[in-house]
C-alpha cells in the first residue's frame, strides 16, 4: 500500500514464469501486437507508436524528453511535486531551455498561470504530471490539452501512477507524448514504461536535426522492431515482463477499465473516511485528490518513520514517507490496481487504529 | 539455442513469480547486497561499483558511454562484429571522437594493431566486445588489457555473451568498465545489465565537468541508492527481475564456475564434432572460438531461413541467423548457460541430420 509497485495478481505472477522464448519468435511478435493494441484501448488513443520502453516508468520520461528535446529547444514545465522536478532535470541535462512554473506541494496546477505563459512565448514541449506520486494531487490534464489545442506544442504527460487508476483519453485530451510505469495501477511488476507518441510527437522525431543521444531508447530504431511484417531487431526485449504486461492489461479489459476506475475511486472514499473517523487529516483538498495515491498528514507529536516500521514489520503493510518538502510531513498511502481492494483499506485502517496513540 | 535468450532453469523462473515488495523495503536491500557480492564474486572484482542496472545488456552499454563520456573525448573501440559497430554509435552519439581499428568478421582483434595504435595516440576509453555474438569470435580481453598496464586509459569491455560462460578476472585483467545482460549465460530473462566500474572508472565519473546527459543511467545518483545504510530513491527498481537474477546467481556458485565454463567448453566441443561430422564447417578458427556462440557456415544451396524456420515449428529448437555482413551466410547456434547440456546438443543435430540434404 506503498506509492507502488502495487500487489499483483495470481494471474500475472503466473505469466511471469512462463517459458521465455526468443525476441523474433513469431509468438513473442503476436504477443506485442496484443500488447500494443491493449494499451491503444485502455489510452483511448489510435497512436501507432504505442509500446512499452524496455525499463521503468522513469527510462519512458527519459524516452520522451530525448526523442523529442534537441539541444536550445524551449520546454515548459508544469512543477508541483518531485516528478515534475525530475523532467526539470532530465530536459535540462539534454540542452532544453527549459522554463517552468512552480505550484505549492500539494495543490494543483492552476490554468491560468498556464495560459499566461504559454501566451507569452512559443514552447516545443509543455509537460505535466497527471498524478503527482510524490503528493497525491491531481492536474488538470484534459484542461490543460483544451488550453493548448491549436498550438504546434507538444503536449507531453507523465501518467505512471494515473494509467490504469483513472480515465485517460489521449487523442481526445490532445495529449502527443505520454509515459507511465507497470509497477502502479497496471500491477505488475516494475520493469516496463508503456509509452505513446501522436503522429506530431513521431513528426517532430523524424524532423530532427541530429541522432537521438540515447541509442537504448531512441524510438526511430524501437519501432522498427514494434511495426510491420519484418521486425528489426533493436535490443532483447524483457521477455518475461512483456508476459506480465499482457496478463495485466487483460484483467483491466476483463474487470471493465470504468469499472477498473469506480473501484478505485470507491476503496478511496472509504479510505478517506476511515482515516478522518481516525482524527486524521488529508494533505489534498477533495477536489485535486487522486484515487490511488492518498497524502495523509502526519499528526504533531508522532514519530511518522516508527509508525511505518512497525506497519510493515507487525502488519507487513507497506506505506511510504513523504519525499522532499513534505519529508517528515505526510505519509503516502497506495491504492493502486489489485491493492485497491476492501479488505486491504479494512486492514490498514484497523492497524493504524492500533499503532497511532 | 539461439544467440540469447538462453534456456532458464525452473528455480530461476520460481523466483521471478515471487511476490513484489517494495524497492525501499530492508528485505529487498538485503537481495541487493547479496547481488553484488555475488557479481563481484563472478567477476573476479573487488569493485564496489558493481550493479545490475535497470534495462537490458544494450542499456549497460549505453550507461558505461554516458557515464564516462564527454563532449570531445577521445575514444577508441575495436570493431569485428555487430556489438563493435554498436559501441561506435553509442559513443559517437555522445559527442565522443570515435577512432575505430576495424578488423575482418568472424576473424579476433589482433593485438600488434592496437599497440600501434595506442602508442600513436592517447585514448580516455579503449572498448572492446569480449565475445563477439554476431561472429562466434573470442577477442583477447587479458592481452589488451595488459598493453593497457601503465596507461590511464579507461578500459571497457562488453560481457554481455560471455559472463557466466567463461571466465573473468576483471581486476587482474585490469578491466576498468564492464557491462553484461541476463539473457545470455546467466540463463536468467532479459531485463537487467550486470555492470562493473574500477575506482578509475568512478573518478572519471566523479570528476566530470558535465552531468551525465542521461538522468536514468546516471550512476552518481544510482550507487546512492545501492550502497551505504541509507538508500536513496532514484527510480523503482525491477523487483522481480531482480528475484530471477539472484536465483540466478545462487545456481552458478552452486555448481561452481570453474565448473559451468567446463560444462560449456565440453557441451561445445560435442556441438563442433557433431556438426564437423555432418559436413558442416565453423566460420571462426579453433583458437578464437566461443564455446557459448558457435556460428557455422551454411552450405552451398541450402536455404538458410528455411532451415531455421523448420526448426522452430517442427522441433521447437530456435537457433539465429547471421547479421549485417554474415546475413544469410551462417547460423548462431547459442549453448548459453542452461542451454549448455548434451541433451540440447544431441536433439539438435539429430533435428540438421534429418532436415539438411
Redesign the interface.
Known sequence: M?P??S??HDKV??A??R?????L?PYFIRIMDVIKADLRTLLKTENTLTIPM??????G??ACF?NLVEIGDPVLILINGVFGM?MQ??AQ???AEVDSLEFKWGTPVLLDAVKEKIEKKHYKIVAVVHAETSTGVRNPVAEIGELLKGSDAIYLVDAVTSFGGMEIAMDEWGIDALYS?T?KCLSC???LAPLSFSEKAVAALENRKS??????LDLSMIMQYWKGATRA?????????HY?LYQALKLILEEGPDNVYRRHMDNHEQLVQGLEALGLAMLVTPDARLPMLNSVKVPEGVDEAAVRSTL?KDYKI?IGAG?GPLSGKIWRIGLMGHTARPENVERLLGALKTILP
Open positions: 506503498g507502488g509497485p500487489c499483483i505472477y503466473a511471469l514464469s517459458k521465455t522464448i526468443g525476441h519468435d524496455s525499463g521503468t516508468g522513469s527510462s520520461m527519459e530525448v525530475r532535470d532530465v541535462r539534454l540542452g510505469g509497477q511488476p516494475p520493469g541522432k537521438v543521444p540515447n541509442w537504448y531487431y533493436h535490443h532483447t526485449a524483457p521477455i518475461n515482463m506480465g510493515l507497506e519525499l
